[in-house]
């Protein structure tokens, strides 16, 4: 029987555990935390803490584990070493370290030959130039703290977004870094896989932003279909190549520019918002059976899927964010759309206390859609902000 540790055992590491699980794998799982819900799962749960990197390697070796799988940024540096410790499916550290940082992520793709906007992590009055800027955490994900400013005369809202970006980011650095114009809300999104240095395309998608926030990814459209995807794929295979990485899942986020690619961020670990599920309600591949089987060395899944007929369903996840603050009341969602409605889950309850949307953690929930034909999935998604509504009483706030 093989043996896998899962780093952590919280609400995201909940599929890769079923996943070994179901392929008969023994699961380690390692949380400082005995109530995450992935312990009860576990066959042998370790009370180590997941930014514990000697303790999580000391028992990798007790349990002679055969893989190791990890979901969240801060623990993939610590998956990476040790599985180059104990010779194990992986990628040097170093490689996953590019992608865990925006500006070292930004040098690695000027090195790969590719564009990459200016960056700058110290930056005082006199360095401002004169041109639409964005700050973020050089280490920190779900858009939280990026900020755009104008330039050099919104200088006192760049210093406070630095020393907020700073905060959030987990080396305590923000960046700042040229404003790229691109589309205001439509953006190209995936789940890449990769084993032995071969790339896995189908978890490519179309990835539409909040009309009020449009740093969020919003709405999530599958199938992807995109003129130039030949070209993004070499971009891509350029970075992934240049940073030397051969192993696992990476979430993408890109646009074309000028008929260019523009890859904004990869993060090394699955997308949120439980994406490689609708990668597998879309095509039909289990990205977290591929994650699991080829960490502990079975390749069997994976070479199968050379001969596997792909599905192509027409899916639509729809994030719901709020708008506006106050007591929540309910979703309302149009007449023309709601034969479409497929499936929806909430995360609070009427009455409750709502926040107006400030990052991709600020959602309650989602609708997911199914369609027939790719023009109306297209339209309707298009419009699904305005077509689906989160019912605020402003009135009653927190103390209403």
């Given at each position: 029987m093989k043996t896998i540790m899962i780093?952590?055992?919280?609400?995201?590491?909940?599929?890769?555990?079923?996943?070994?699980?179901?392929?008969?794998?023994?699961?380690?799982?390692?949380?400082?935390?005995?109530?995450?819900?992935?312990?009860?799962?576990?066959?042998?749960?370790?009370?180590?803490?997941?930014?514990?990197?000697?303790?999580?390697?000391?028992?990798?070796?007790?349990?002679?584990i055969d893989g190791i799988a990890a979901n969240s940024e801060y623990a993939m540096c610590d998956a990476a070493f040790i599985s180059?410790?104990?010779?194990?499916?992986?990628?040097?550290?170093?490689?996953?370290?590019?992608?865990?940082?925006?500006?070292?992520?930004r040098e690695l793709q000027?090195?790969?030959?590719?564009?990459?906007?200016?960056?700058?992590?110290?930056?005082?009055?006199?360095?401002?130039?004169?041109?639409?800027?964005?700050?973020?955490p050089d280490m920190n994900s779900g858009t939280r703290g990026t900020t755009v400013v104008r330039g050099r005369d919104e200088s006192e809202k760049l210093k406070a977004a630095i020393?907020?970006?700073?905060?959030?980011?987990?080396?305590?650095?923000?960046?700042?870094?040229e404003y790229v114009p691109i589309s205001p809300r439509h953006v190209i999104e995936g789940e890449i896989f990769l084993h032995n240095g071969e790339i896995l395309w189908d978890g490519l998608f179309k990835?539409?932003?909040?009309?009020?926030?449009?740093?969020?990814?919003?709405?999530?459209?599958?199938?992807?279909?995109?003129?130039?995807?030949?070209?993004?794929?070499d971009a891509l295979q350029k970075i992934f190549s240049a940073a030397g990485v051969r192993h696992g899942e990476y979430n993408m986020?890109?646009?074309?520019?000028?008929?260019?690619?523009?890859?904004?961020?990869?993060?090394p670990r699955q997308g949120g918002n439980d994406l490689p599920r609708y990668v597998r309600e879309h095509c039909g591949i289990d990205y977290c059976k591929l994650l699991v089987t080829t960490s502990v060395g079975d390749d069997r899944y994976w070479d199968s899927?050379?001969?596997?007929?792909?599905?192509?369903?027409?899916?639509?996840?729809?994030?719901?964010?709020?708008?506006?603050?106050?007591?929540?009341?309910?979703?309302s969602i149009a007449d023309e759309i709601k034969n479409s409605v497929c499936r929806a889950e909430l995360d609070v309850n009427v009455g409750d206390e709502i926040r107006k949307t400030e990052d991709g953690s600020s959602s309650i929930g989602y609708v997911d859609l199914a369609f027939s034909d790719s023009d109306n999935q297209n339209t309707v998604s298009d419009?699904?902000?305005?077509?689906i509504r989160i019912e605020v009483d402003e009135n009653r706030g927190i103390d209403g």
């Open positions: 780093i952590g055992a919280g609400k995201s590491q909940m599929p890769l555990i079923e996943a070994a699980k179901k392929e008969g794998y023994h699961t380690v799982v390692c949380d400082s935390n005995p109530e995450a819900p992935g312990v009860r799962e576990a066959d042998t749960f370790c009370k180590v803490s997941t930014k514990d990197r000697d303790g999580l390697l000391r028992t990798a070796r007790r349990e002679k180059s410790e104990l010779g194990l499916a992986g990628n040097p550290e170093s490689a996953i370290a590019v992608f865990s940082s925006k500006s070292k992520f000027r090195s790969a030959g590719l564009f990459a906007p200016r960056v700058w992590q110290v930056i005082g009055d006199e360095d401002i130039p004169d041109c639409p800027l964005v700050v973020k020393e907020a970006c700073s905060r959030l980011s987990r080396n305590g650095k923000a960046v700042v870094e990835s539409i932003r909040s009309e009020m926030a449009t740093m969020i990814p919003m709405t999530y459209v599958f199938p992807f279909v995109e003129e130039r995807e030949n070209v993004l794929r986020e890109a646009c074309m520019v000028n008929d260019e690619p523009f890859v904004i961020e990869i993060n899927l050379k001969g596997f007929e792909r599905q192509n369903n027409r899916i639509t996840h729809h994030m719901l964010y709020p708008r506006k603050s106050g007591r929540f009341q309910g979703v419009r699904l902000e305005d077509l």
